[in-house]
């Protein structure tokens, strides 16, 4: 790509996220319904000036949803996550199971083969958790039991998600089902027991040698690692960015560090969700596809809320869980690029699948929304106090930074 | 390349720059120095982690040095830049025909063909202007009258630099030079006197609606919408963006622009810099063709430090500005690329221009370093005045954060 070219998508893209994001919150939607709707703007459905198919647009993409992950983890409270651990994995099992399930039948009762069947099965059953960890942060509810139970539960989900793609990849019996599943759960659990003991000790060094910028770039590289090291190890990238985050949390720095990365953060960020909604061609949707596609939408939502109402623990908002987790993304989309290229999926099936992710995606803001104001638990407010330290003081209007700072009310 | 990969290398390449950044302060070098050494420690040299051919990577760097440009041209003060107008034409001018006159003699000395010798000229004629910047900002010496007449040089030496390349690429004649030159000294004008105007209207709208984030995020597409503009207009993307930041440094943000892209120019820079250390191939160099380069390298040191004598201008530092006009980078190696390509230059000749642009790089952060200690007059202190603001005042200690501000002495 010409320097030109990639400057040029780069102003796309982060004028369509202030733009249509700025919009959305105006009408008081989440931010980053409008910048996926920013997305299909200067998308291949539309202006055509950010080709998320590039090499570089995708790995910015992947470093933003890695980056944002990470601050997800710096804003998450590992004793509450823990705290909350059984119910995020009755969700992510019984979401995976039930949506597997639908999605096979609804294969077979199309009449589809069962190989076929099993495909769409498989492609509905991992929550995208970028989209709801968003919602969540721009709406101030980041630290809700719900928002814990949701993101523990994309934490398995994405584990069982990869899990199987191995096994619709290598067709493996029940000795690589429990190889995938144990080296994924496993490194979460070294990643967050080693880092636990490691993150204090790097930091302390770091304020020895008095490195310029050290916190800054140390708890980057730390985040980069952790991701590194779970795409190594056979799990998605953004279990280590998560994991380094929830470690990080727990040093002495770890607000600082928050504040620090803030920024960085940000720029990344509007990269992979104008990048999501850049990707759509929503041209290239026929009528039975979309309907199919439709078919599975419902499928993909439906399974997920019966998840969600499956969550044990007292006083949950289990409306709000189901919901939560029903965003779909890049898994299903793997899912989708690899029955094409294995000819098990047709075009038009490619495309349905597509529909499904962009159904989920735009639903989940809305709904979102909607439950969150309804019912608003002290635990929200509490959350909003820890979280609202504005980091930079000396913008604006306290309010715009304020506003941006993930984990505070859009318009009170 | 695989999100692995990509991964792996911006973790090498954020450890290299701190790392070997840090050692070279330690022992009173400019960190730049530092990250070319760990640029030849990760890249094709040594550990091959960092791989600048690749697409990511470049652009990557590219985008560093686009924000770098604009982090120099946000702490210049545009006055004081056209005080030095005339000194700086003389320099540049200066410059730019001794290199290539003495580049074009060597290659007819050596027997070289006459198309040959002008290729060599032309790719010593350009200085790269981000070393010398870096340094500057690293020893706090960038708001130096001397650092001035460095920048405006270099400005006009990219302008003039363009010009070559056309010509050579074209074979035009005089009416190529006079139009390439005009668009190019065109672009600088008009930029700087239509985003005078546009500049505080655009903060003035912003402040109004109260973007979230609006001032960091609207002044980095101004950046990178000028250097694209740049770009389009023919002329060099670094000229867009610090033209962009002289503009937006007489706002009334000024300052807290600068503060507020700081975190992000950070990010990016050390990919440009270690890039350009990773790029160098040090096995590829034969006897004889680094003997050639070591004679390019002489001619081009020689040329620009002629040209820095000739300055006009009361009690200007003019050995100061000589040596910081030495480096050579981009152009020269686009040169050096053209020639390759054309079949004009062997690969030896190729590589005899690349062991000029390593000796210049390498030796001015060197040579200015102590040049810049034996003398210092008042205007170098009064500079620290106003860049002295640390843009974090909660980094671990006051002293990491002062001596990574770019403008403060690294080790008083």
Redesign the interface.
Known sequence: ?P??N???A??AI??AA?LF??LA?RIGQP?VLGELIGGLVVGVSGLKLVDPSN??IH??A??GI?LLLFLIGLQTDLAQLMRVGASAVVVAVAGVAMTFAGGYALGMLLGFPTMVSLFLGASLTATSVGITARVLSDLGHLRDREAQVILGAAVVDDILGVTLLTLMGSGGGLATIARTTAIAFGFVILAIVLGSILAPVLIRA??R??????????S??FA??L??LA??AGTA?IIGSFAAGLVLARTEKGK?IE??VH??V??FVPIFFVAVGAAIDIRAVSLPFFAIGFALALVAVGGKIGAGWLAPGRGLRRGVIGVGMIPRGEVSLIFAQIGLASGLLSQGLFTAITVMVIVTAFLTPLLLRRMLQQSTPEESLVACDVVMEPP?E????A???A??SYGTPARP
Chains 1, 2 share one sequence.
Request: aromatic residues 10%; proline residues 0%.
């Open positions: 790509m320097i030109a990639f400057l040029l780069l102003i982060f004028v202030k994001g700025e919150e931010a090499d570089t790995l910015l992947q470093l890695v770091i304020e040698i008095q490195l310029a910028r050290g916190i800054y770039f140390v980057l590289v980069l690692t991701a590194y795409q190594r990238i600082e504040r620090q920024d960085i940000h720029f930079m000396d913008e604006g209007g309010t715009a930074a506003r941006e």
